[in-house]
């Protein structure tokens, strides 16, 4: 039986990459009854002009204006315009390359598993040799602390991954996207769909290719950017905070203070050197793996993700109320 599927799209200036994303998604959904909306957050490139001629190309493409501009203030507006009689909503980013049956891939795995919500693995790949080695990195336990969805193999039913199809019921139920979330609100609305009793199935065989940052100043914003995101997270869900979370800004607090009382107690300086010398060896056997000098810049870029991860975790309790999510009787 087909499916009425609602396949969003955020975008903010994304010209060069929005019609091979939305020609790819458009191909593999021709079984279902699919629409895709394009919810463009202010773009001031071609973004637009190009998702227009699209339309006028491709049946069922639309353009949504989003002037929040915000990723989940536009899904939320997709589905609020777009999603009244559709079963399925697919989530999907202009930066990632995407299977050519991935649409398909997505929705027989929603039926087989009898899930809430798809999640799948991303594999970091690059262009410059910084880029190739933040990628590279990305994927390690140094990089992400063994994070499934980051580079996992495994499938299975977990508390969090990248989004990609859920049940438009399962998103409606849980209450949408936060919109007050400019970052980790993939996360924090997991956390929602949890507790309602939502299954969150990761299924490694459908996997995306997906571009890091290729500079160290944007990716130090990326990061800190994460890090404050999920300090609100953890806060309105106390319970989603995961170890390798909380290892990030408790070992830069004590390289931080090891330094800061190293003239007192030289001993100190020796957790800064083991946390370097890791580091290194980690980039060493990247540079080896990959067969690459660009891996030794994996030092420089997993010392930028963890510090900038941790300072945006430490600015967010500092500068962002956040008060304890509860379930209401709205919602169950």
């Not at 915000?70 to 299977?99: E, I, K, M, T």
């Not at 040799?129 to 980051?150: F, I, M, Y």
């Not at 130090?220 to 319970?239: I, K, L």
């Not at 800064?272 to 030092?299: E, N």
Request: contains cysteine; proline residues 4%.
């Amino acid at each position: 039986m087909s499916r009425k599927v609602l396949i969003v799209v955020p975008v903010l200036n994304e010209a060069p990459h929005i019609e091979t994303v939305v020609r790819n998604l458009a191909s593999d959904s021709v079984h279902e009854d699919r629409t895709i909306v394009v919810a463009d957050g202010g773009s001031t490139d071609d973004t637009a002009d190009i998702v227009r001629q699209l339309a006028e190309e491709v049946a069922g493409v639309h353009l949504l204006r989003n002037p929040q501009r915000l990723q989940s203030a536009g899904v939320n507006l997709a589905v609020q315009v777009y999603g009244a009689a559709a079963q399925v909503l697919v989530r999907c980013d202009a930066h990632c390359r995407y299977p050519t049956d991935y649409i398909s891939r997505l929705l027989k795995t929603l039926d087989e598993r009898q899930a809430d919500s798809v999640v799948v693995p991303m594999d970091s790949r690059g262009d410059g040799c910084l880029q190739k080695a933040v990628a590279w990195v990305s994927d390690t336990k140094v990089g992400s602390g063994g994070s499934a969805h980051r580079g996992g193999k495994k499938s299975g039913f977990v508390d969090h991954g990248h989004h990609a199809a859920m049940t438009i019921d399962a998103f409606r139920r849980a209450g949408g996207y936060d919109e007050t979330f400019t970052h980790n609100e993939d996360a924090e609305f997991d956390c929602r769909l949890r507790a309602i009793g939502g299954r969150i199935f990761l299924d490694s065989d459908i996997r995306l290719s997906y571009r890091p940052r290729s500079g160290f100043l944007s990716l130090a914003r990326q990061y800190f950017n994460y890090g404050r995101g999920r300090s609100r997270t953890v806060r309105r869900h106390p319970g989603s905070l995961r170890l390798r979370q909380f290892l990030v800004p408790t070992h830069v607090a004590l390289m931080f203070c090891a330094i800061v009382l190293s003239p007192f107690a030289p001993v100190l300086l020796t957790l800064p050197m083991v946390y370097l010398a890791i580091l290194g060896l980690t980039a060493v056997t990247i540079a080896q793996k990959h067969r690459s000098i660009c891996g030794l810049l994996a030092l420089p870029a997993a010392v930028v993700m963890h510090f900038a991860w941790a300072l945006g975790f430490f600015w967010g309790i500092l500068s962002i109320r956040q008060t304890t999510w509860q379930m209401t009787p709205s919602v169950s």
